[in-house]
């Protein structure tokens, strides 16, 4: 790497943690419900060394009955050793893996084309365009910048597909190990990866290993411990909860073997190809508030050139970076595909890693074509074009997003939670009205441990013997007031003004 | 003559495919129609609301020019959506899209590429703005010929051009998943089109 490129790898890299890191508790405005859970999973595990419901040490955690992989909330619970029960440190593994992928991304791409003779002189211009690239991704930015353990995950798989890719050129047998170690990690973090880490596996022996060598015995150990570790995960209680609950095929009616042998491969297949339209890409994602901007795609829209050039460019070539590139592509929407809603941004998000190296590709590949003269006016071009589509996307995650989506990441439960605490010593009981919001429980678990509500449904009223009692009835409402002996309407602040929460006095 | 069963198959499954979206026939709009009362609604959107911003701000990301073509560029990016162009010149004839453009550019006839290119831009461009009430069949083949012309130079790049031994048993796989794609799903019309009420 000469000088230049050590000095932009290190921007990069401020530009990579600044990205992440920048008011991180505030945007996405508030923590969501799968947040709050893990986060207080997190800190009963710290305390107690139990979760929730009060069991020791588990390997899924039931939550809301989706039961959670673990990899994320025992990370969390280091990182609120460290900061403290808050929004930061709930969200400070996401980011800081979100962080690493990125450095992982430029090793990746430049070990890899350091691989190939004929491309190793551009090894560091394009690991460094896929570094940036990555950086400012908004798709990889938004699952950065909240408790996705899909981030996490995808931290551990491309450290993984880096360590292994090290191993081979260096020949170094220890770093197979430490790949593994890594590989398995993925199991245990995001639900995915159970489908998406075998294939990558097969698809890397395939790749570096089909042709006897040194590594066969290795191998062999080093897959059957890896099976080992991971069948504990398969032989849990719930261990298939969350795939029975997402599962692509119970909207069709399928009545007889048959009619499954046909329907279901042909609604993977369906499926799995949502995933490359240019509608779930480009102009909107997948539409869940929670994973992407509005008026900004996964990809930028400038980037969609490139991808053209970049991916027949590179398939045309016969190197390791388009093995793995490929592989990547391929692998990564394979587990999304078995389940709906489809397409699936957060489901996907390993499919950012192959379409940034394709596009750096592209970008590099191309300016190398280009001849000087037009050169220079072709760069000054796609720079305004790049910054003002970046610009645009930071001025609707900042300015927009956290109004426009209050209610997608927890709307006020915060604020409800501490306005009951700031309330509670002027009553005898709190009711907590929680039949249109599930999360109500956990989120005062999280945030006012000092309060312990009595939930109740929609149809409650105050029992006559309590007659005496002064109860604050918590009570979420959306849009309007009532007159029952009002305390207070909150209302946050986003631009359509909707009611949340309503404190009764009764 | 197993190349022209083939063909007729080919041909077969593509107007099977295209005939799915007849239900757009009688209907006013379209995914694909550049609405200019849409373009105004999502002015006032962009332009107006209780959020909070600095009018240099809401000029610079939100003015009519930026708003005109982001809306012109995602309703021509729908033509080259995946799932659109399978359903509407069905899996095989997508496949053999691909292959014909990967062909055109292989052998470097890139002039015919150009000409195919260029007549989708325009003709795609028209259907963005012109009127609803055109005939819906005569807008229909413009809008769908440069998918079938690109299916058709591919297929013929690769059963008749191809060396690949098994290559007819590869055409009759994605047959089969053409028809599988029709059985299974509902026609997939009412996605792209909508009433005017």
Redo the contacts between chains.
């Keep these: 790497m000469s000088n230049l490129q050590k000095t932009l790898f290190v921007l990069v890299i401020l530009l990579t943690f600044t990205l992440r890191f920048f008011r991180l508790s505030e945007v996405p405005p508030g923590l969501s419900g799968d947040e709050v859970a893990i986060g207080y999973n997190a800190y009963t595990i710290l305390k107690t060394g139990k979760d929730e419901f009060g069991k020791k040490l588990p390997i899924l955690f039931e939550s809301y009955g989706d039961y959670k992989l673990p990899g994320y909330i025992y990370t969390t619970s280091l990182s609120i050793l460290t900061f403290g029960k808050n929004e930061f440190a709930v969200r400070f593994p996401s980011a800081l893996a979100g962080s690493l992928t990125v450095i992982a991304l430029f090793f990746l791409v430049k070990d890899l084309l350091m691989m190939d003779k004929k491309s190793k002189d551009k090894a560091g211009w394009i690991g460094l365009t896929a570094a940036l690239l990555l950086a400012v991704s908004p798709w990889h930015l938004q699952f950065s910048r909240a408790g996705f353990e899909v981030n996490l995950a995808l931290f551990f798989y491309i450290f993984a597909v880096w360590l292994l890719i090290r191993s081979v050129k260096d020949k170094n047998h220890f770093l197979i190990w430490l790949s593994l170690s890594s590989f398995t990690l993925t199991f245990y973090t995001y639900h995915s990866f159970r489908i998406i880490t075998p294939i990558t596996l097969f698809g890397l022996w395939f790749i570096f290993f089909r042709k006897k060598n040194g590594y066969q015995k290795q191998l062999v150990a080093a897959f059957i411990l890896l099976a080992l570790v991971v069948l504990p995960l398969f032989l849990q209680t719930g261990s298939m909860a969350r795939f029975d609950q997402t599962a692509a095929f119970d909207e ?1 009616k399928t009545p007889t073997l048959v009619s499954k042998l ?2 279901y ?3 993977v ?2 499926n799995y ?2 995933h ?4 779930f890409l ?2 909107k994602g997948d539409g869940f508030g929670r994973h992407q901007v509005d ?1 900004a795609g996964l990809l930028y ?1 400038w980037t969609l050139p490139f991808l053209l050039f970049g991916g ?1 460019s590179l398939f045309r070539q016969k190197s390791q970076l388009k093995s793995i590139t490929l592989l990547l592509l391929l692998t990564a929407p394979f587990a999304a595909a078995f389940t709906r809603p489809t397409p699936h941004t957060l489901r996907s998000l390993p499919l950012v890693i192959p379409l940034t190296i394709i596009i750096s590709f592209g970008i590099v590949g191309l300016l190398t074509l280009i001849k000087s003269p037009v050169k220079k006016i072709f760069l000054v071009l796609l720079t305004v074009i790049v910054c003002y589509e970046f ?2 996307y930071l ?2 995650f900042y ?2 997003y956290p ?2 989506h209050q209610l997608d990441w927890g709307g006020a439960y915060k604020e409800m939670v501490l306005e009951a605490v700031r309330l509670k010593s002027r009553y005898d009981l709190i009711v907590v009205d929680s039949s249109q919001f599930t999360f109500a429980p956990i989120y005062f678990k999280f945030y006012g441990d000092s309060v312990a509500p009595l939930y109740v449904d929609s149809k409650w009223t105050k029992p006559d013997e309590w007659e005496s009692k002064k109860i604050l009835y918590v009570h979420p409402d959306y849009g309007r007031a009532s007159e029952r002996n009002l305390e207070k309407i909150y209302i946050p602040n986003n ?1 359509y ?1 909707d009611i949340f929460i309503q404190f009764w006095e009764i | 003559m197993i190349n022209i069963l083939f063909y007729l198959l080919f041909l077969t499954s593509e107007v099977l495919a295209l005939r799915t979206w007849a239900y757009c026939k009688n209907l006013q709009d379209n995914l694909f129609h550049f609405s200019m009362s849409r373009f105004d609604l999502s002015v006032i959107e962009a332009t107006t ?3 909070d ?1 600095s009018i240099f ?1 809401i000029r610079f ?1 939100h003015n009519k020019i930026i708003l005109f073509f ?1 809306q012109v ?2 309703l021509y ?2 033509f ?5 162009m ?1 359903n509407m010149i069905s ?1 095989v004839g997508f496949v053999f899209m691909i292959y014909g453009i990967y062909s055109l ?1 292989e052998k470097r006839r890139l002039r015919v590429l150009s000409i195919i290119f260029f007549a989708a831009l325009f003709l795609q461009l028209a259907e963005i703005f012109l009127n609803p009430t055109i005939p819906f069949l005569f807008k229909f083949i413009l809008i769908s010929l440069p998918y079938l012309l690109l299916s058709f130079f591919g297929f013929k790049a690769y059963t008749i051009d191809g060396k690949s031994k098994g290559r007819l048993v590869v055409v009759l796989i994605f047959l089969v ?1 053409s028809v ?2 029709l ?3 509902q026609p997939q019309g009412p996605a792209y089109c909508v009433k005017i009420q």
């Excluded at chain 1, 490359?276 to 509608?279: K, Q, Y």
């Excluded at chain 2, 080259?80 to 659109?84: A, G, P, Q, S």
């Design positions: 069709y046909y329907t491969p042909v609604v297949l369906r190809l949502s490359f339209s240019t509608e480009v102009i008026h829209l027949f610009l645009f001025h609707h300015g927009h109004k426009v631009p003004g | 609301g209780k959020v911003s701000l990301f982001s560029f995602n990016l729908n080259w959506d995946l799932l659109v399978v899996v550019i998943v599988l794609w059985v299974v799903f």
